[in-house]
Nanobody, 127 residues
């Protein structure tokens, strides 16, 4: 069974940083495109960033690219999302998801959506 697990969320103050982690099992995680998404209370889920683990290429939404960095470890078994200069508007549940293609990852998986989703990790930013 395919599974994605996020970790690293928590409560932080404005201006702080967090590093979220995403690990996967039950599918070819290291040959996938892994994306980070978030959903704030009362808002739609939004795409943040994707990385293609087969070549390391990544894309990040323009609105957050100055504060968010997506990376993976050398073993390609974990994908990280570094979030700096956190703001209250960053309060959300953060999800990682997988898709075979980076080109569709950045579109939320396209028509068929992302193949696998984690259950999310909550980030709360206080002012």
């Amino acid at each position: 069974e395919a599974q994605l697990v996020e970790s690293g969320g928590g409560s932080v103050q404005t201006g702080g940083s967090l590093r979220l982690s995403c690990t996967g099992s039950g599918f070819a995680f290291d040959d996938s495109a892994i994306g980070w998404f978030r959903q704030a209370p009362g808002k739609e889920r939004e795409w943040l960033s994707c990385i293609g683990l087969h070549n390391g290429q990544s894309y990040t939404h323009d609105s957050v690219k100055d504060r968010l960095t997506i990376t993976s470890n050398d073993a390609k078994d974990t994908v990280y999302l570094q979030i700096d200069r956190l703001k209250p508007d960053d309060t959300a549940v953060y999800y990682c998801a997988a898709h075979p293609l980076l080109s569709l990852c950045i579109k939320g998986g396209g028509r068929d959506g992302m193949y696998y989703w984690g259950k999310g990790t909550l980030v709360t930013v206080s002012s």
